[in-house]
Structure formats: structure tokens, C-alpha cells
């Protein structure tokens, strides 16, 4: 089974898989600001840090996460899984000045898969599918695609099921992974390996983000304890009070 993923990345570093692999902290400030940015007319507020892995999957509506590292930003969010990335809005695809976006999403109960890359702000590789409905190939497919076409990552069907004759050479979850390595130096599903980076150990920063005046409840701070009363004398008891009257799934993983 494939992990949920709905991430967008910018990049101005020629390996940003080599940033990734020094585990760098996030930049809070910047985070801030870039939260700020994607959603200007609400406000963002800090919820704390959570590793990648599980930021990666959330989709609560009014979240986002950030990491800010040195030349490579992630920002995770439910409105990046759409079926056909070129429809992402511009303030998401550039929000920064960073040369690369890369945008990568799956969905494990659909048996769904995307990435999409862009140079400069303009579109230069798109794929989105099922194991048998693809909505979006735009662009020409890269080096790494070679062996994901050429059918050195078949889609595995149970014994005694055919496979649906309109079905690809490979699964789109495997196929948006494979972008995720080539370009970040990392998978979500398995063990690390080789130089490959845990998605596990790099955190990211996430945010509420809300109306003016609407934000998350926050608990009012403890009251200061009050001293105990000096001893006195045991006041006799009150009499009692005057009695008163009485008064509701179709396709499979990889």
C-alpha cells in the first residue's frame, strides 16, 4: 500500500536531496511568512512541529505545514492532491522566487498518483492516474520514466484476477514515489535506502489558519494558588434549607 501524500516543493539548490540529508531545522520565521503569503487574507497560526512523514498526509481542513530549509521548502496541504496539477493556482505553483517546483500527491484509497514539475513558473512535466484512467501527461516524460514505462515496475494483481486490459505498465503511486526520490532524495513507503533521507526525521512547522478573530481556542493560563487560611475556630453548622417544591475498493496497492 502507498502512502498518502500531498506536498508542493520549491527548490533554488542543485541537490536539494543533499540539504535534506543534513536534516537542517526549519526556519520558523520563514514559514511564517510564507504561511502568511499563501493565505493572505487569513491569518496563520503556529500549531508546532511534526515530522514530514505525517505532515505529508494530513488533510484537516484550515491546516498547513512548512519546512524552511536552506534553498528548499516543503509546504503540505489538502488542496495540492487535485487531479490535474497544471490547475494549480499560481500562488501556489510561485510563491517564492526559487527556480524548481516539484508537487508530488497520492491517494492510496483511490490507487491514485500525481507529480508535476515546473522551471521558472511554467510547466514542464505533469502526470496524474489511476492504474487505468489517466487525467493528466502533459510534457515530455523524463529520464528516470524509462524504466516505469518500460515495464520494470509492474502492477501486481492478486492470484486468479486479470488485469484490466486498459491498465498502465505501473502503478501511479509507485510512479509519483519514484519523482519524490529522483527529485528529493527520498520515498515515504519502506525502509531508507542507500543515501535515501527518513521522512521520519525532518520536521516541519504547522500552522491554523483562520478569519481575524477566529482563531483556535486557547486554555486560559492556571490561576495562581491562594494561601491556606490561617486555622480557626470550626463554625457550627447551617441549618437546612427550607424544603422546595419539586420542579435527551476496486483497485489494489503496490
Known amino acids: 500500500m502507498g502512502a498518502k501524500v500531498s506536498t508542493i516543493w520549491y527548490v533554488d539548490v542543485p541537490d536539494p536531496a543533499a ?3 543534513g536534516h537542517p531545522d526549519p526556519d520558523p520565521g520563514a514559514a511564517q511568512q510564507l504561511a502568511s503569503r499563501l493565505y493572505p487574507d487569513l491569518v496563520a ?3 508546532g512541529p511534526v515530522p514530514l512523514a505525517e505532515a505529508a498526509r494530513l488533510d484537516a481542513a484550515g491546516t498547513v505545514h512548512i519546512g524552511s530549509y536552506p534553498g528548499v521548502t516543503v509546504v503540505c496541504g489538502p488542496d495540492l492532491a487535485v487531479p490535474r496539477p497544471s490547475t494549480l493556482p499560481e500562488t501556489r505553483i ?3 522566487e526559487f527556480t524548481k517546483t516539484y508537487c508530488v500527491a497520492s491517494k492510496p484509497d483511490i490507487a491514485w498518483g500525481s507529480f508535476a514539475m515546473w522551471e521558472d513558473g511554467h510547466l514542464t512535466r505533469s502526470f496524474s492516474a489511476t492504474p487505468v484512467h489517466i487525467h493528466e501527461d502533459l ?8 524504466p516505469f514505462w518500460a ?4 502492477l501486481k494483481h492478486p492470484a486468479g484476477v486479470l488485469p484490466d486490459p486498459q491498465s498502465l505498465p505501473f502503478h501511479p503511486q509507485q510512479f509519483a514515489e519514484g519523482a519524490n526520490r529522483e527529485w528529493l532524495g527520498f520515498r515515504y513507503t519502506g525502509a531508507p535506502e542507500g543515501t535515501e533521507t527518513d521522512p521520519k526525521t525532518l520536521t516541519v512547522l504547522g500552522f491554523t489558519v483562520h478569519p481575524p478573530g477566529e482563531g483556535p481556542e486557547v486554555e486560559p493560563a492556571a ?3 491562594q494561601p491556606a487560611p490561617a486555622p480557626g475556630p470550626v463554625p457550627a453548622p447551617a441549618p437546612p434549607p427550607a424544603r422546595k417544591g419539586g420542579l435527551l475498493r476496486r483497485y489494489f496497492g503496490f
Do not use: H, M, N, Q
Open 19 to 21: 540539504v535534506l540529508r
Open 94 to 96: 510561485r510563491p517564492t
Open 151 to 154: 515495464g520494470d515496475f509492474p
Open 223 to 225: 490561576e495562581a494558588k
Open 45 to 47: 497560526t503556529p500549531t
Open 139 to 146: 510534457g515530455i516524460p523524463l529520464v528516470w520514466e524509462r
